[in-house]
């Protein structure tokens, strides 16, 4: 019989296997995104889905169950780090176990055929041709669902992949509270005679010297340019291949250069999270954020409370008049200020400002669990989406491409996913709520660009737990409360009532 000490080394090399097919297949999607020729997705689909069945046959294999089994009922002799490796990894293969092999192959080509069939159709704004494939995956996600079990709704199942623990019904209620509170705020800014000047956007933005100010902001934030690069995407996203090996994507557009920096900060907070891993939890699962919840806090963090920040831009505003000639001259730093804090409902959830960004989300929400609980089917969406656009922001959509085909999401089959893009805001400033506590020189570095201590806070009280802890019981040990909306609501409502003069 083999040691405990051969044991973990057997773990140990062999969960390294499986990450390692899960980072090939993370480049494999990031060239796809980034880099391959048109002509190449079909070939790519089959890749695709021929490492994502290998991927599942390695980690459900039954050496793989019995070792796990092994080390679990051994669990008091393990140390307590040994014990969060090894739990972790049981709580995903239980999960991966549940899904059959033919079904993880048919998912992973069927996303991969959907993706490139979104990009024509959101460039033509024409949902009939993504309409088959967004059909056939809510049908697989509803496979998954009754495959993977729930006690409530099969939406559960799938949000767990993402936020452990949460379901739709404990959903609910926050976003209530979240529509009413933000809805009601947003009344009161759009009334408001106070509003920003914007006039002074209105020009062309050099593309390459926007990615030159967005690289440079990376930089100052603490990313690692020789573990990671930046790169554009028609949607930004960030991926890691180990924590040496982070990568940006971002989007520029030329009217507007605050859009591709906010796209850069966003994906920076993911990307120092995925740098800040211990390297001890290396190609291991531990490397990971305990919940997409709390990898999107870090976005958020730095995106909107960080980067919108006036400290922030008494620093970057000379940046940006030198770094482009054709700014005013006599631009300010409250000027830009004020202008990325604009507050208007729009079409567009990744240009959304704060205070309706989440009413976003709700849309978003209440469309998935609909499909996934089959109370309505995928040819419904665009109606239901352009309804519900009037009722929670009063906007008329347009097109399919300002609508429904916005999103990347579902074409990767991700649906759960959108919600943790609200719980990232409340994680976010609650984190932030306790960070002010404890550095009392805070905004005064950001004003002269220096963000260690904001980095070195995340560090320490985030980044270094890597998944070995739960998000709740995370911002419980830190913040000293559970997760809780109100510091968010807080957040927003003094921010905005100083704006705008709310009073």
Known sequence: MSSLTDKMELFFRKTGEVVDLRRTLALLQWDEEVCMPPKGAEARGHQIATLAALEHRLFTSSEMRDLVAELTAEASELSLGENDFVRETARDLERAARLPESLVHRMAQAQSRAYHAWVRARSESAFGEFLP???????????????????????????????????????????????????????????????????????????????RLTEEVLRDMGFDFEA???????????????????????????????????????????????????????????????????????????ENIV??????????????????????????????????????????????????????????????TALIEGSIEAEHVPELWNERMRLYLGCEVPDDARGCLQDIHWSHGSFGYFPTYALGNLYAAQLMEKMEQDLSNLWDGVAQGKFWDVLGWLRKHVHSRGRAVAADQLLTEVTGQPPTPEPFLRYLEEKYAALYGLG
């Open 133 to 211: 494939h967004l059909a056939g995956l809510v049908s697989l996600a509803r496979e998954k669902a009754e495959c993977l079990g729930y006690a409530e709704s099969p939406y559960d199942a799938l949000l767990e992949d993402y936020e452990r623990g949460m379901t739709a019904s404990r959903l609910r209620p926050i976003f209530d509270t979240l529509a009413e509170r933000q809805g009601a705020l947003v009344a009161r800014i759009v009334e408001s005679p106070l509003q920003p000047d914007t006039a002074w956007m209105n020009r062309d933005w050099e593309e390459e010297a926007q990615l």
């Open 228 to 302: 990671g690069r930046q790169d554009k995407s028609v949607h930004p996203f960030t991926t890691s291949f180990d924590t040496e090996d982070v990568r940006v994507t971002t989007r520029v557009s030329r009217r507007d250069f605050l859009s591709a920096l906010s796209s850069s900060v966003h994906e920076g907070g993911h990307a120092l999270y995925e740098q800040g891993f211990p390297a001890r939890y290396r190609r291991t699962f531990l490397a990971d954020a305990p919940s997409l919840g709390m990898h999107e806090s870090q976005s958020r963090l730095w």
């Open 307 to 368: 980067g919108r920040s006036l400290p922030f831009w008494r620093h970057y505003t000379p940046r940006v008049r030198s770094v482009f000639p054709g700014a005013p001259e006599d631009l300010s730093p409250e000027q830009v200020w004020r202008a990325s804090n604009r507050v208007e409902p729009s079409l567009i959830r990744v240009e959304a400002d704060e205070c309706t960004y989440n009413l976003h989300i709700i849309l978003r929400f209440e469309i998935e």
